[in-house]
């Protein structure tokens, strides 16, 4: 199937046409495999390697299947919800239905998509104009169905993408709400990079005989992504990234940490150091990590760090660099952390910077992916950067302070103002327990305001 192209696989004139808008002619090995099993109505379970065109592989299909339903009427019942996506995150609900929109755009097909951290009525005067395809993250979308802004009754396909990754950020009681509220007759359809045994076991709750279509082995890293460890100490490890990111081969890299604090510091700390830098993660909202993310792609920064929620559906051409500042615990995740690089047939440079306390996981990744992973050797330290000239202290009035020298003496001990040495003695006056009856003589040179008041019996009630 090397030599086939689009048109040879039944696609309709408006389709193929987006296609060659899009610069796409020759289908990956995925699409090659799962565009003519869609058509013919199978379910499906397809694995490949993340970044080999997944997404056109269900989406061109769906969009084959859905060209009898396209309308023009501006009617909100001709636009029903005919196919539904399910995506882990926003980010790639996002580059998702932008894709589709990309292939639709020659069409009277419509398709919007949903996904939490946005105020919902902002979604929901579009859901009610109609739209053929939809792509939603789980929560969001059972938001909808709870306040009756969308039905799911005439769905004839979903798609789980990234299903694995579902079942990680624990999607499972949210997904099988979803599927009960889906007609019966559908056709489903079931992407994902790895599979588990959890994943298998999902598919086979609501997938009917389905096609099984793995294009590379299961949990697979591309061989045009070169992978390099980096073992050092974790104090060390802000200092290496630094050397790394002025290296020739870094003009823009992709950072991954495991929390949202440490990606916030690394990202303060760099753009300290003169690097345009940012972050992305949970706490920030979906506009700053839009922008963000926009930024990164037009070239405005060089340096994105970023949690694991940016490590599926990010999809940035020619991406030179992932760096793990920390390698995650779970070894499926590394597989689709260094799969931002690499992609479409690029090369790739995947760095992994790994603390004694990590090379654990380091072991549990190479098990998964099946081959050990090069130990580069120690870059040599970069020159201590220039301290910056202090300034001259501001001339300041201060009381000198004159220090007694020392005493010649055997005993090397100063000696002391006989004031300071003498033991405190309270005076007769001011003895503890002892009432001031008056001062009888008080010194014509003390303040009145400092002179003792005399005492009288009727002042104790006072």
Same mark, same amino acid.
């Given at each position: 199937?090397?030599?086939?192209?689009?048109?040879?696989?039944?696609?309709?004139?408006?389709?193929?046409?987006?296609?060659?808008?899009?610069?796409?002619?020759?289908?990956?090995?995925?699409?090659?495999?799962?565009?003519?099993?869609?058509?013919?109505?199978?379910?499906?379970?397809?694995?490949?390697?993340?970044? $080999?065109?997944?997404?056109?592989?269900?989406?061109?299909?769906?969009?084959?299947?859905?060209?009898?339903?396209?309308?023009?009427?501006?009617?909100?019942?001709?636009?029903?919800?005919?196919?539904?996506?399910?995506?882990?995150?926003?980010?790639?609900?996002?580059?998702?239905?932008?894709?589709?929109?990309? *292939?639709?755009?020659?069409?009277?097909?419509?398709?919007?998509?949903?996904?939490?951290?946005?105020?919902?009525?902002?979604?929901?005067?579009?859901?009610?104009?109609?739209?053929?395809?939809?792509?939603?993250?789980?929560?969001?979308?059972?938001?909808?169905?709870?306040?009756?802004?969308?039905?799911?009754?005439?769905?004839?396909?979903?798609?789980?993408?990234?299903?694995?990754?579902?079942?990680?950020?624990?999607?499972?009681?949210?997904?099988?709400?979803?599927?009960?509220?889906?007609?019966?007759?559908?056709?489903?359809?079931?992407?994902?990079?790895?599979?588990?045994?959890?994943?298998?076991?999902?598919?086979?709750?609501?997938?009917?005989?389905?096609?099984?279509?793995?294009?590379?082995?299961?949990?697979?890293?591309?061989?045009?992504?070169?992978?390099?460890?980096?073992?050092?100490?974790?104090?060390?490890?802000?200092?290496?990234?630094?050397?790394?990111?002025?290296?020739?081969?870094?003009?823009?890299?992709?950072?991954?940490?495991?929390?949202?604090?440490?990606?916030?510091?690394?990202?303060?700390?760099?753009?300290?150091?003169?690097?345009?830098?940012?972050?992305?993660?949970?706490?920030?909202?979906?506009?700053?990590?839009?922008?963000?993310?926009?930024?990164?792609?037009?070239?405005?920064?060089?340096?994105?760090?970023?949690?694991?929620?940016?490590?599926?559906?990010?999809?940035?051409?020619?991406?030179?660099?992932?760096?793990? *500042?920390?390698?995650?615990?779970?070894?499926?995740?590394?597989?689709?952390?260094?799969?931002?690089?690499?992609?479409?047939?690029?090369?790739?440079?995947?760095?992994?910077?790994?603390?004694?306390?990590?090379?654990?996981?380091?072991?549990?990744?190479?098990?998964?992916?099946?081959?050990?992973?090069?130990?580069?050797?120690?870059?040599?330290?970069?020159?201590?950067?220039?301290?910056?000239?202090?300034?001259?202290?501001?001339?300041?009035?201060?009381?000198?302070?004159?220090?007694?020298?020392?005493? $010649?003496?055997? $005993?090397?001990?100063?000696?002391?103002?006989?004031?300071?040495?003498?033991? *405190?003695?309270?005076?007769?006056?001011?003895?503890?327990?002892?009432?001031?009856?008056?001062?009888?003589?008080?010194?014509?040179?003390?303040?009145?305001?400092?002179?003792?008041?005399?005492?009288?019996?009727?002042?104790?009630?006072?």
């Amino acid at each position: 199937m090397n030599n086939i192209s689009f048109a040879d696989l039944n696609l309709a004139p408006e389709i193929l046409r987006a296609l060659t808008e899009s610069g796409y002619t020759i289908p990956t090995p995925i699409q090659a495999q799962a565009i003519p099993l869609v058509l013919e109505g199978c379910d499906l379970m397809a694995g490949a390697q993340t970044g $080999t065109g997944k997404t056109a592989a269900f989406a061109l299909p769906m969009l084959q299947k859905l060209l009898p339903f396209a309308s023009s009427s501006p009617s909100p019942a001709r636009h029903a919800v005919r196919a539904l996506i399910l995506v882990p995150t926003r980010e790639l609900a996002i580059q998702v239905e932008a894709s589709v929109k990309a *292939y639709a755009k020659h069409s009277h097909l419509r398709s919007l998509v949903v996904f939490g951290g946005v105020d919902i009525k902002t979604q929901t005067p579009q859901l009610r104009t109609g739209v053929e395809i939809l792509v939603a993250t789980p929560g969001r979308l059972l938001d909808h169905i709870e306040q009756k802004t969308v039905q799911l009754n005439q769905v004839q396909m979903l798609v789980l993408d990234e299903a694995d990754r579902m079942l990680d950020m624990g999607f499972m009681p949210d997904l099988k709400r979803i599927l009960a509220l889906l007609p019966k007759q559908r056709q489903n359809l079931m992407f994902s990079a790895t599979f588990s045994t959890e994943i298998k076991r999902l598919s086979a709750e609501f997938l009917v005989n389905p096609k099984l279509i793995e294009v590379a082995r299961s949990n697979a890293t591309a061989e045009n992504v070169t992978q390099k460890v980096y073992l050092v100490d974790h104090t060390e490890k802000h200092a290496l990234l630094a050397q790394l990111l002025r290296g020739s081969d870094a003009k823009q890299a992709l950072v991954f940490t495991k929390t949202k604090l440490t990606a916030s510091r690394i990202a303060r700390q760099l753009q300290r150091e003169g690097f345009s830098a940012d972050a992305i993660h949970g706490d920030k909202s979906q506009l700053e990590r839009m922008q963000a993310l926009d930024a990164f792609k037009n070239g405005k920064i060089s340096v994105l760090i970023a949690t694991d929620v940016a490590a599926r559906g990010l999809d940035i051409d020619q991406l030179p660099v992932v760096i793990n *500042y920390e390698i995650p615990s779970a070894a499926e995740d590394y597989v689709h952390r260094i799969g931002r690089t690499g992609r479409a047939g690029a090369s790739g440079i995947a760095i992994s910077l790994v603390a004694p306390e990590e090379e654990k996981y380091l072991v549990e990744i190479e098990k998964l992916i099946k081959c050990q992973i090069q130990r580069a050797a120690p870059l040599p330290k970069a020159e201590p950067a220039a301290r910056p000239v202090e300034r001259a202290p501001r001339a300041e009035h201060h009381t000198e302070l004159r220090i007694r020298a020392p005493h $010649t003496s055997t $005993t090397k001990r100063p000696v002391h103002d006989a004031w300071f040495n003498k033991p *405190y003695e309270p005076s007769a006056s001011t003895r503890v327990n002892e009432p001031v009856v008056h001062v009888s003589k008080p010194n014509s040179q003390i303040p009145a305001l400092f002179m003792r008041r005399k005492i009288t019996p009727t002042d104790g009630n006072d």
